[in-house]
């Protein structure tokens, strides 16, 4: 199974360096308010790992942003909070997060955000330090990133303006650990992650006054399937929210390398490379887009049932619109998402194979070398995908500048970034409010499906805001295969399909990464958020429904 947020490798997280030590935080000049802390807990990554402490503490550091021409005074605050046992009450775990508040606002008008990114796995340091945070990385996508000395900028795309900002990292990443006698595995699972992360939500509504606040989820990758489980155990718990965005989705595995729904990306990056076989070029990649989406779910599906028995002019529509010739085509029984023995997608790694080029998973605009040592590299070590290989070395030092130089927290601990152990023993079971469970697969994989999740909590809350967000160029999770996935979740009312709207950007997984796909998605949430927040109908329904559900 293809790890959607493999983005660096645990081989490759951020290591301790002289910037996590404490002495340097007393070099660093403070602002006034400015509460430096330095955590001497050693925080395990493995699955039987644990801590004892249980304190809750923070660095506070105070600062400004200008975004939209306004100016902005926020705090930023780095610790932990402490879960617990939903039926002990006991402490859990030891979460770590990253918060930036608006100062001086009022609870009941000020959304808060809670974002994450996935794996299973994975730290929340790729969406803090590349999408809407007040402060981000400067990259030279779709090119490479040069080694250091990097940079970071203020991000005028920030959601600051609109929202407070909790980016989370669940147990077993970042500085996240159970707290004894629970071990980092009792948390790696589907319904384990989100009944944790529920808690952490609880747990930080309390201790910061939020629970009259609007409430929103951003999910990434499997961060998408997190948010479907999660928004509907939050509605049994009596937290009803206002808005959900999922971006990259992955909401049923068992199409995961569904050629149907990766034809349209297939033909993106085909587009992209000039090696599409159609004349004249498409000049609007939407339009062009919709086009061949209609010929995956028409002639292309009927040419996958009927293989091998073939029809010539559906093949040579193929061929036209993804650059690979016919006998290629023919030899990959025309699926253009099949994978090689070692992993290696046969389209991705054909399309530029003239030029010894290989093009990036997570975005299809970047490539990669193929030849030499660079193409026998193990492509699920999780480090050789040649998107996140571009952007790699940016995110691992500036994360450390950041969160040691500016938001003053530092520990001795090593920062996990990518946590191949949880990957590799979660337990992907999961029965969703509809009573459906997809089983296994072929290989005795047990199949995770969450779309009937958001389908239950968009029918029981009917004013919650649904933004589906994807990349033209993300061959992870391909964006006409979370259409079809959100068509066929069981949701029957029109009226509440409304609130679903779905929005797609000239990128790939990690959508922020690309500037100018980057400010239209901040558009387009500015709009969902205001949306939410203005309908005063719909603010009071959902106060409602919280508070009868918590009673």
């Not at 509504?205 to 609007?214: A, E, I, M, Y």
């Not at 054909?350 to 070398?369: F, H, M, N």
Request: hydrophobic share 35%; net charge negative.
């Amino acid at each position: 199974m293809t790890n959607p947020e493999s983005a660096s490798g645990s081989s490759q997280s951020p290591h301790n360096s002289e910037a996590s030590q404490s002495p340097l935080a007393a070099a660093v000049p403070h602002r006034a308010g400015d509460k430096p802390f330095f955590d001497p807990v050693a925080y395990g990554n493995g699955p039987d790992d644990s801590v004892t402490d249980s304190t809750e503490n923070a660095a506070i550091t105070k600062h400004t942003a200008t975004i939209g021409g306004r100016r902005i005074n926020y705090t930023a605050t780095a610790g932990h909070l402490v879960t617990v046992d939903s039926s002990s009450s006991l402490p859990s775990a030891k979460m770590f997060y990253v918060a930036f508040t608006q100062d001086n606002q009022k609870e009941e008008t000020r959304p808060v955000t809670f974002f994450y990114n996935g794996g299973p796995g994975s730290s929340s340091v790729f969406v803090l330090l590349g999408s809407f945070a007040p402060r981000r990385i400067k990259t030279s996508m779709p090119g490479f990133t040069p080694p250091a000395p990097y940079a970071m900028e203020d991000n005028p795309d920030s959601l600051l303006d609109k929202s407070d900002l909790v980016f989370i990292n669940p147990v077993g990443t970042g500085y996240s650990a159970a707290i004894a006698p629970h071990k980092n595995r009792d948390f790696w699972g589907v319904d384990q992650d989100a009944d944790s992360i529920k808690q952490f939500i609880k747990r930080f509504l309390t201790k910061n006054s939020r629970w009259n606040s609007p409430k929103f989820l951003f999910g990434e990758s499997y961060g998408t399937a997190r948010s479907c489980v999660l928004a509907y155990r939050l509605h049994e718990d009596g937290v009803d929210l206002n808005g959900i965005t999922l971006q990259s989705s992955i909401l049923d595995y068992t199409q995961a390398g569904n050629p149907v729904g990766a034809l349209p990306t297939a033909a993106a990056d085909a587009w992209y490379h000039r090696k599409l076989g159609v004349a004249p070029t498409p000049t609007d990649l939407g339009a062009f887009a919709e086009e061949v989406a209609q010929f995956a779910r028409t002639d292309y599906l009927a040419a996958l049932r009927k293989f091998p028995t073939t029809d010539n002019a559906t093949v040579e529509k193929l061929s036209e619109y993804t650059g690979i010739d016919k006998t290629t085509l023919l030899a990959w029984s025309l699926d253009i998402a099949a994978y090689d023995s070692r992993g290696n997608s046969l389209f991705l790694t054909t399309l530029l194979k003239s030029k010894g080029l290989a093009l990036g998973e997570y975005d299809g605009r970047v490539t990669g070398i193929e030849t030499g040592i660079a193409g026998k590299i193990d492509p699920n070590s999780g480090g050789n995908d040649p998107t996140m290989t571009a952007v790699t070395g940016v995110y691992t030092a500036m994360w450390n500048v950041y969160l040691n130089e500016q938001l003053k927290f530092t520990s001795n601990s090593s920062f996990t970034d990518l946590n191949d152990q949880a990957f590799a023993n979660w337990d992907f079971s999961h029965i969703d409010p509809t009573g459906a469970q997809k089983g296994v697969d072929s290989k005795g994989n047990v199949v995770l499906y969450t779309a009937g999740d958001l389908a239950a909590v968009m029918a029981l809350n009917v004013d919650l805001k649904v933004l589906s967000a994807n990349g033209f160029y993300d061959f992870v999770t391909p964006f006409y295969q979370t259409i079809l996935d959100l068509q066929e979740m069981p949701l029957v009312s029109n009226q509440v399909r409304q609130n679903l709207s779905a929005r797609f950007y000239p990128s790939g997984h990690m959508i922020y990464l690309d500037g100018g796909s980057r400010t239209a998605l901040k558009a387009d949430l500015a709009k969902m958020y205001e949306s939410a927040v203005a309908n005063t109908g719909a603010m009071m329904r959902i106060r409602s429904l919280q508070a009868r559900n918590r009673n």
